[in-house]
């Protein structure tokens, strides 16, 4: 049962425009959530992250809102640059086991010049 | 170097043999974990240690998964007898306190079971 769900495999956009990849979670003990970047042959690397206590987080180009009563989070990009392009995973952390991440399945972003 | 490094960057391993994966974390830092990611899905949590205690080992997928970190630095993940379901990329991360919010990632080692 996947608890972090990214239904949308991949995204793509123009160059400027604004990308906005989403997360559902289905566990309500998750209180924090963070995304992560992925290059091919590269391990994720950390982007933006927010606690349950808020509903948005902002740095530089990156935003990411957090809809706790639809279990939703989306990630904001803009504007978008080619070098953007990359698997992004959304990943939660539950209380009392902050150790433990779980991860979504991903989605490919792809941002065209 | 700076990050969490892992060999071999690329296994490829006949079904039945053992393998060794090897990770040196960050030095000075507390926290390993090692995550298996297989093709099209996310990294899933295999076990944590803090410094040399295994403190959970929960995601292992069988008792044919293995982990340790005998003296709080490097860590290396066991399988023995693998399967084809076993390929995958392990990744191993590392943090400097007891959280997986600020953990880095090393590159993982791409492992194929033919």
């Known amino acids: 049962d996947q608890q972090v769900k990214q239904n949308s495999p991949s995204l793509s956009v123009q160059e400027g425009r604004i990308s906005i990849l989403n997360c559902d979670y289905t566990n309500s003990m998750f209180d924090y959530f963070l995304w992560y970047k992925k290059y091919p042959a590269e391990g994720p690397t950390f982007l933006i992250s927010i606690s349950s206590i808020k509903d948005k987080n902002e740095d530089g180009r990156f935003t990411v809102f957090l809809n706790k009563s639809a279990k939703h989070l989306s990630l904001h990009i803009v504007p978008s640059q080619p070098g953007d392009s990359a698997v992004y995973f959304c990943a939660a952390e539950r209380g009392g086991s902050n150790y433990k991440l779980t991860f979504g399945k991903g989605t490919l972003l792809t941002v065209n010049p | 170097g700076a990050g969490v490094s892992q060999s071999p960057r690329y296994k490829v391993a006949k079904r039945g043999q053992d393998v060794a994966l090897r990770c040196d974390p960050i030095s000075g830092h507390v926290s390993l974990f090692w995550y298996q990611q297989a093709l099209g899905q996310g990294p899933e949590f295999l076990t944590y240690f803090q410094n040399e205690a295994q403190l959970d080992k929960s995601g292992l997928p069988s008792d044919r998964f293995f982990a340790e970190r005998p003296e709080g630095s490097v860590s290396t993940l066991k399988i023995q007898r693998t399967q084809q379901e076993d390929s995958a990329v392990y990744l191993c991360?590392?943090?400097?306190?007891?959280?997986?919010?600020?953990?880095?990632f090393g590159n993982g080692t791409r492992l194929t079971v033919t």
């Open positions: 991360a590392s943090s400097l306190g007891d959280s997986a919010r600020r953990i880095q």
